[in-house]
Structure formats: structure tokens, C-alpha cells
């Protein structure tokens, strides 16, 4: 059997484990330390926010955000239909109910259009949501210049959700650094990785410093455990962050093997009538996470599934499109904005291994799977 190619699995390709070994043997090995303040200090110069907390996960930052907006109990929270549930899932904890907005088919990400008529719709109603979650798709920017400025306008704040974009852009700033705080994701399946762990970025560093409280369980200064709200064990160890540093050294050069990666997969396929690319928006470059592709079932003849079957069965990794939000059983009684796009994405769609540590030859033997399938000599 031939080694199993995956999806995206962990790439340590730099000073991961000297990182790992002096956090080790400085005996900083739990939460904070100075692993994480560099590793804090590192990520906001990478991305141009001033701030940041290094937490546990990518959701918790979501959950954290948001409670700082004070979402409660019986608030709404528009969030992207197209993506992963940690992003509607943040808004549950907090008490809130998700109102799903779909993508188009420009950017795959939120629609600003439909953005635009929900809020004139709640504006109606009389009840504007607490917080807009956009998320950035795939390591592709939202369109902020129109969501930021609908925000403004009903003066609704954002929460970017760039868990999947870490090095991406929109025109000159990064992801991460739009709306009033930003998040990013280091599990496993990442552009860059802690084996798991989050941070959340700001601009404020009134939200960041109140996140770090929260995040160590909200103990008020005293000699003594002592709280006066409810807090969390939220915060990222010293260890992972050492891990975390050693993989920002290298972020450049793994998106640039992604970005490799999709070029290569694009001229593999270029002359198969009825594959298509997830679009690249002019406004940026993404950071090229996943490689998406969509099948035109009339020109190709096989489904998205026949594909994945036939990559599985070459022990190749591949998964479907996000399933959308409001199509989820737990989310079924949400509202939904549009939901045609994202509904015919999934149906369609298909992520291919883009791990920044696959070799030409893996490329080579997932694109013979799918040239196989679609044109069977
Ligand atoms: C991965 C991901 C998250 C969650 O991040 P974790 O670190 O796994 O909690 C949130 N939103 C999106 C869009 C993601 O892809």
C-alpha cells in the first residue's frame, strides 16, 4: 500500500523542537511564560495588529470575542452559512442565535449584498444583531471594504474569523486585522499549527487584556483565589506556543509551497472541461489553506463524491466543501440570507490535499486519480 496521502496534516519544517526543548528546559511548561509573550509579540508583527492573547483554540477566541460584545441570551449574531460550525458554534455558547448570511460565488465568502438586506430587515424589525462573524474561507479574505462599511453604518461590530487565512491579504493589511478583533487557529489541520490553539487579535488592548483575565479564570487581584465573574481555561501553554513560534518562522515559505501547489493543480486540470477553481478576488492574495475545486456535472460526468471515492481508495485524503450552517440539524430552526450559493458549493465541491509538506510525486498521484475518473480511457 502506498503512503497515505492527507488533507492537510502538520508540516515541521523549522526550530520546532530547539523551541520546544528550551521551553522544556527552562521548566516553563504551563500556561504563559515567555514563550508566549514572544509568540504574542511575533504574530502581531506578522499580521500588523498591535495586540494579541494566545488561547487554547480558535473557538475559544470566537467565544471570547463575543462575549466581550456582550452577546446574551436572545441576541442574534450574523455569521457566514459557509463554514466551519466552531464559527456558529462560538455564538451557542454565549447564549446567542446564529443568523446565517450566504456567500456568492465571487469570493465564496459572505455576501455583502445579502449582508446588506439582513441588517435593512432587522433594522425593520426593530432588532439589530449584537455582532457580525465573517469569516475568511479557505485562506481567502471576505470583502471588507462593503462589510466593514454596512457595519459602520448600523454601527455593528465584527468579528473576523481567520482561522483558515493566517498570511492572506486584503489589498494592504492582513487577515486578522479587520473588524474589532480577529481570530486565528493553530490546530492540527493549519497553515501553521500548536497541535492546537488559537489567538485573538485587536486593535483595543482593553479587549485583549480583559480576554487574557478571562482566559486564566477571571481572577481579580488579590492573595487569595478570588472571582467576581465567571472565567475560563482558555490560555495556550508555553510549550505549544514554543511550537507555534517555530512554525510562524516559516509561514512565508509554506504558503508559498501552497500557493505552488494550487498553481500546480490548476495546469493539471486546466484542459478537464468542467472542473473549476475556488475564484481568486482580485482585492488580495490569499494564503492558499486548501486547493477547492467544483465539478460541472454536465461537462465532467462524474460527481464530487466519484472523486473522493476514487482518492480514498488510492489512500488519498479529500474532503467535501464546508456543509453549510443552516442546512446543519442542530441549526435547522436559524434564519438563513440567501443559501442557494453555498448549498450548490457543497453539493459540487471538493478540498484536495494542499499540505505544504507534499512532495511533487503526491501531487502527481492525486491528479492521475481525478484526471482517471474524469476521463476514463
Ligand atoms: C478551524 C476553524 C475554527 C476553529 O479553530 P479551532 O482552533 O479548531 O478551535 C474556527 N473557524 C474556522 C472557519 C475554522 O476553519
Not at 495546469?267 to 472541461?273: E, G, S, T
Request: hydrophobic share 40%.
Amino acid at each position: 500500500m502506498t503512503n497515505r496521502i492527507y488533507l492537510s496534516p502538520p508540516h515541521l519544517d523549522g526550530r520546532e523542537r530547539e523551541l520546544l526543548l528550551e521551553a522544556y528546559e527552562s521548566n516553563w511548561i504551563t500556561t504563559l511564560g515567555p514563550q508566549v509573550d514572544a509568540f504574542e509579540r511575533e504574530m502581531c508583527l506578522k499580521v500588523g495588529v498591535p495586540y494579541a492573547a494566545a488561547l487554547s483554540s480558535g473557538t475559544a477566541a470566537i467565544h471570547l470575542a463575543l462575549l466581550m460584545l456582550g452577546v446574551k441570551p436572545g441576541d442574534d449574531v450574523l455569521c457566514s452559512t459557509f463554514t466551519f460550525s466552531a464559527t456558529a458554534n462560538a455564538v451557542t455558547y454565549c447564549g446567542g442565535t446564529p443568523v446565517f448570511i450566504d456567500s456568492n460565488y465571487r469570493t465564496w465568502n459572505m455576501d455583502p449584498e445579502l449582508l446588506n438586506e439582513e441588517l435593512e430587515s432587522c433594522a425593520k424589525r426593530g432588532k439589530l444583531p449584537k455582532a457580525i462573524v465573517v469569516v475568511d474561507l479557505y485562506g481567502q479574505c471576505a470583502d471588507y471594504d462593503p462589510i466593514v462599511s454596512l457595519a459602520a453604518q448600523y454601527e455593528i461590530p465584527i468579528v473576523e474569523d481567520a482561522a483558515e487565512a493566517l498570511g492572506a491579504t486584503y489589498h494592504d493589511a492582513c487577515a486578522g486585522s479587520f473588524g474589532e478583533m480577529g481570530v486565528l487557529s493553530f490546530n492540527g489541520n493549519k497553515i501553521i499549527t500548536t497541535s492546537g490553539g488559537g489567538m485573538l487579535l485587536s486593535a483595543k488592548k482593553e479587549y485583549i487584556e480583559k480576554a487574557k483575565f478571562l482566559s486564566t479564570q477571571a481572577r481579580d487581584a488579590a492573595p487569595h483565589y478570588q472571582h467576581s465573574q465567571i472565567g475560563y481555561n482558555y490560555r495556550l501553554s508555553n510549550i505549544l506556543a514554543a511550537m507555534g513560534r517555530g512554525q510562524l518562522e516559516n509561514l512565508d515559505r509554506k504558503i508559498a509551497r501552497r500557493k505552488a501547489i494550487n498553481r500546480f493543480y490548476r495546469k493539471a486540470f486546466a484542459d478537464v472541461p468542467g472542473i473549476a477553481f475556488m475564484p481568486i478576488a482580485p482585492y488580495g492574495e490569499p494564503n492558499y489553506w486548501l486547493t477547492c475545486i467544483t465539478l460541472d456535472g454536465s461537462s465532467v460526468g462524474v460527481t464530487r463524491e466519484d472523486i473522493r471515492l476514487a482518492l480514498e481508495k488510492e489512500n488519498i485524503e479529500s474532503r467535501p466543501l464546508w456543509k453549510p450552517m443552516h442546512l446543519q440539524p442542530i441549526f435547522q430552526s436559524c434564519r438563513v440570507r440567501g443559501g442557494g450559493v453555498s448549498e450548490d458549493l457543497f453539493s459540487r465541491g471538493l478540498c484536495l490535499p494542499s499540505g505544504s509538506g507534499m512532495s511533487d510525486s503526491d501531487l502527481e498521484r492525486v491528479v492521475e486519480v481525478v484526471r482517471k475518473t474524469v476521463a476514463p480511457d
